[in-house]
């Protein structure tokens, strides 16, 4: 009897609990999730989402180039002769208009010598020709007063004086005055004379200045052509065999050439930012562009670019191979998303897919910009603050519901 109540009381207890259970009310939280068509939370596809927002966007290439003086020119002897001395060896540093050596000519001396001993005797024939020119004046102004003082005895007292008399006076006074001209030139020649002897000695002096071989600029001794004795022909053709004395390079100043493609020519502007990274000392150079050739080589495909950069400290030395970076675009307000968000199709066109607030798949065309490794500028299609899906979205269709979870924003660096 006893443990028939005891099973009683325990199968009450059973249906009290169990009708509480399913009598009970719901809360919110635990109530399933449905959208407007008809579908639960989570039914929906989950997507990965960036949002579009503004960042520095900067387009680069890196091209390899070799540092070469900023000028370098083998030093010709203007004259021939014998290297009497040499004033540098490979090494030295040398300033603009330094002897770097002296030749040995003694025709030169000789030239000037003799046109000095010109300019003498030049002088001496002025003197003369002067002289001659005094002495014509005179009979010229007797002659001629002669000539005047019978015609006008002609012309006042007529048959005083006889007509034949007065025809040889103004033969005689034409003939002085043929006379003086005539030494006038003379004379005049005589000075031209002096001129022109003037000027040849002043290139025979020019010439034997020339026996200095002064250095063009400022720079170092690359290279030894000629020793003290050396029989050095005139450089004055570029189809002679002249040797070179020396080869001075500008190391103060050095240049970069860079070649690059055609496809970034246009965007090769001279002020351009560079990164000049030197891989041999491990050190990274800030430079600009210089100038450019503003033409494609043909040959290669490519446009001669130009960086100079400061070597003050000879820290550089040309022959060393440098990676530079050329900033080819930038904007500091891009608006970017990630790479990986774009779909390009066959026809060439890029578009992505857009997540509305509410959750709804949107197909847009864009028109892309500056682009990196990471990240891409939209120019048109795309607004700041939008999300793009990142992730696989081969097989969303615009319309679609999804539900989308954040990656981040795309204006992080």
Do not use: C
Request: charged share 25%; proline share 4%.
């Amino acid at each position: 009897m006893k443990k028939s109540w005891i099973l009683v009381v325990a199968v009450a207890v059973i249906g009290a609990g169990a009708y509480w259970f399913w009598t009970r009310p719901v809360s919110s939280a635990a109530a399933p999730m449905v959208d407007p068509g008809g579908k639960s939370a989570g039914d929906l596809p989950t997507v990965s989402v960036t949002t579009a927002t503004r960042r520095d966007m900067t387009k680069t290439v890196t091209l390899t180039a070799e540092f070469i003086p900023f000028q370098e020119v083998d030093v010709m002897a203007k004259i021939s002769g014998y290297v009497q001395k040499i004033n540098v060896d490979v090494g030295d540093r040398v300033k603009q208009g330094q002897v770097l050596a002296v030749l040995e000519s003694p025709e030169m001396r000789d030239d000037l010598i003799r046109a000095g001993a010109s300019i003498e005797r030049n002088k001496a024939d002025l003197r003369r020709a002067t002289d001659e020119v005094q002495r014509a004046q005179s009979g010229y102004d007797m002659t001629h007063l002669t000539y005047g003082r019978l015609s006008n005895v002609m012309k006042t007292q007529p048959g005083l004086v006889a007509q034949q008399e007065v025809d040889d006076a103004q033969a005689k006074d034409q003939i002085a005055a043929s006379q003086l001209a005539a030494a006038k030139s003379s004379l005049s020649t005589a000075e031209e004379q002096i001129k022109i002897s003037e000027a040849d000695q002043t290139k025979s002096r020019t010439m034997l200045d020339y026996t200095k071989v002064l250095a063009p600029f400022d720079g170092v001794v690359t290279k030894r052509y000629a020793d003290t004795g050396s029989m050095i022909q005139a450089g004055t053709s570029s189809r002679s065999q002249a040797l070179p004395i020396v080869r001075i390079s500008e190391n103060q100043l050095l240049r970069l050439v860079l070649p690059v493609p055609e496809s970034e020519a246009g965007l090769v502007k001279p002020g351009r930012d560079v990164d000049v990274k030197v891989p041999s000392i491990d050190k990274v150079f800030k430079a600009r562009v210089s100038r450019i050739a503003d033409k494609v080589d043909t040959s290669t495909r490519t446009m001669h670019v130009e960086v100079d950069i400061p070597n003050g400290n000879n820290t550089l030395i040309p022959g060393m191979y440098a990676e530079v970076t050329v900033d080819l675009e930038r904007d500091a307000e891009a608006i970017a998303v990630p790479v990986a968000a774009l779909k390009s199709a066959t026809d060439g066109k890029r578009s992505v897919t857009v997540v509305d607030p509410n959750g709804t798949v949107e197909i847009r065309n864009v028109d892309t910009g500056i682009e990196s490794s990471q990240w891409v500028q939209i120019l048109h299609g795309v607004k700041e603050g939008e999300r793009v899906v990142t992730g696989s979205h081969t097989q969303l269709l615009a319309g679609a519901r999804v539900r989308a979870e954040n990656e981040g924003a795309a204006g992080g660096k």
